[in-house]
């Protein structure tokens, strides 16, 4: 039900645009997230963006990446800027609401070279 794309190999410094694409039925009435999980590490929230466009960031990467949604197309997005080796993870979408089991993605790998 979510379909995210967009990862691969950046050098530092470098920019990535990932998508994830939700069925219609998910996407008008779910909050938008981006989360990541590097090797060894716990998966980590990085933004969120609500139905109505309201937006919120994780301190290490307010600044740098940008969450947006597409209602049209049933596509959120998250603008990464600024790259650096750090951010190399999987990168998951996440659709939640309240009450209901949140939705996840498949995930898409981002590599940051330095």
């Known amino acids: 039900q979510l379909q995210a794309s967009g990862g691969g190999l950046v050098q530092t410094g470098g920019s990535l645009r990932l998508s994830c694409a939700a069925s219609?039925?998910?996407?008008?009435?779910?909050?938008m997230n981006w989360y990541r999980q590097a090797p060894g590490k716990p998966r980590e929230f990085l933004a969120r963006?609500?139905?109505?466009?309201?937006?919120d960031y994780s301190y290490s990467v307010k600044g740098r990446f940008t969450i947006s949604r597409d209602n049209a197309k049933n596509t959120a997005y998250l603008q990464m800027n600024s790259l650096k080796p750090e951010d190399t993870a999987v990168y998951y979408c996440?659709?939640?609401?309240?009450?209901?089991?949140?939705?996840w993605g498949q995930g898409t790998l981002v590599t940051v070279s330095s």
């Open positions: 996440n659709a939640n609401r309240i009450g209901y089991v949140p939705v």
């Open positions: 963006i609500t139905t109505d466009g309201k937006t």
């Open positions: 219609g039925g998910i996407f008008r009435v779910h909050a």
